[in-house]
């Protein structure tokens, strides 16, 4: 591994796996609220941060991300408690810090708002999924449209203005003209960036039952590829920068967090399930809740810890870069490995270029074309060893 030890890194994501409810396609870590110990899972959170920094000191922390399930189902006073914890700990914020919640539309009153923004959230992410309440009613959402405005509307009231929604498009039953619809209603908010998925079944998930059973009526292939198109273009022609396969923003509002990742950059894993990187070594938290506040009480709740080797961490790299559509570039790559791509991957990179899904930019390195773009997965795959 020729990556930089030294330094500590510079972002930090936090979770908190309690919901309102489990919708129909999520597979994340996430536990219906009712009835679960949060005040005991914040004082492990704060056990595991304690540990965290003794064993890596945190320098200036560049941004912060609270993902779930659903962080703003916690009640004024414990998010006042959680934001508290993170200061503590995470003391150094660069003066440019970005600190993303995700949010639930409905979950968040002005009261919990003002707490956010003094605790210092400064950038918010609603999972909103659909404009239509009969798709959402579908996916097992609780939230309506009226429930969107109205959080929206509370988050502006209080100051922030640093908004993100999360949309989804090939959901069962939808069709273009929903998200044509959707698509609409999402760009009369004229906000600054705007995060859109493609529907995922995955394993242990009622849809994945469903599928299974051959009782999931998901649109084709051509009219969700019909709706990525759409979504591509739609959000071009309103002036937005798709930075990344799923994500378009105005530009100085990019996701400094989640670029972190598309870098493969270090960042701090905490909470029950939470996924870290530090100078090398990949480690995955305990899931369940209880189990991870039992094992914060005898030490770091890990589930596993490896070690990253020279090779995966190259892989990782072409995987994770290209999704970013300014692409590699050698002089990155050089800067963790001490060698250019061409003498690891000549044979990926060829080949791709050759079906035209990458091409050459004038960075010294590669990013994906158009074609690319929509098979991305099969670009992606190429980097992985046999």
């Known amino acids: ?48 941060m304690e540990r965290t920094v003794r064993q890596t000191p945190p320098g200036q922390i560049e941004t912060i991300f609270v993902g779930g399930g659903t962080p703003t189902v916690l009640l004024p006073a414990q998010m006042e408690r959680f934001l508290r914890i993170v200061r503590t700990y995470f003391p ?26 003094e605790g210092g959230v400064n950038r918010i992410s609603f999972g909103v999924q659909s404009f239509d309440n009969g798709l959402l009613e579908g996916i097992g959402r609780i939230h309506t449209t009226d429930d969107v405005y109205r959080s929206l509307s509370n988050a502006r009231a209080v100051g922030f203005t640093n908004l993100s929604i999360d949309l989804m498009f090939g959901l069962p039953h939808q069709t273009e003209q929903h998200m044509q619809h959707t698509l609409d209603k999402a760009l009369e908010l004229d906000l600054p960036h705007y995060s859109i998925y493609s529907l995922k079944v995955e394993e242990n998930t009622l849809f994945h039952t469903l599928y299974h059973r051959g009782q999931l009526p998901l649109p084709d292939e051509d009219s969700e590829l019909g709706m990525f198109y759409l979504i591509m273009n739609r959000l071009r022609e309103a002036g937005y920068g798709q930075y990344e396969v799923s994500n378009f923003a105005r530009p ?16 701090y894993g905490l909470g029950a399930g939470a996924h870290g990187y530090v100078h090398g070594w990949r480690h995955i938290n305990i899931k369940g809740v209880q189990p991870y506040i039992d094992a914060t009480r005898k030490g770091f709740p890990l589930l596993e810890r490896f070690e990253v080797t020279r090779s995966e961490a190259m892989e990782d790299f072409m995987m994770v870069g290209l999704r970013l559509l300014e692409g590699v570039s050698n002089r990155d790559f050089s800067s963790q490995f001490g060698l250019r791509m061409e003498e690891i991957f000549a044979a990926p990179l060829e080949k791709l270029l050759q079906q035209e899904l990458i091409e050459p930019t004038g960075a010294d390195g590669y990013r994906l074309t158009p074609q690319g773009l929509v098979y991305g997965n099969e670009v992606f795959a190429e980097f992985l060893s046999e």
């Open 252 to 267: 100085g509002f990019e996701s400094r967090h989640n670029s972190a990742y598309w870098r493969n950059l270090d960042y």
């Open 92 to 117: 150094q914020w660069s003066p440019s810090v970005e600190f993303t919640m995700e949010a639930n539309p409905g979950t968040t009153d002005e009261e919990k708002l003002r707490v956010m923004k």
């Open 1 to 48: 591994m020729n990556r930089n030890t030294s330094t500590a890194p510079g972002a930090v994501y936090i979770h908190i796996p309690f919901c309102t409810n489990k919708c129909h396609y999520c597979d994340f870590n996430s536990y219906v609220l009712k009835g679960q110990p949060v005040e005991e899972y914040l004082d492990a959170l704060e056990r595991e």
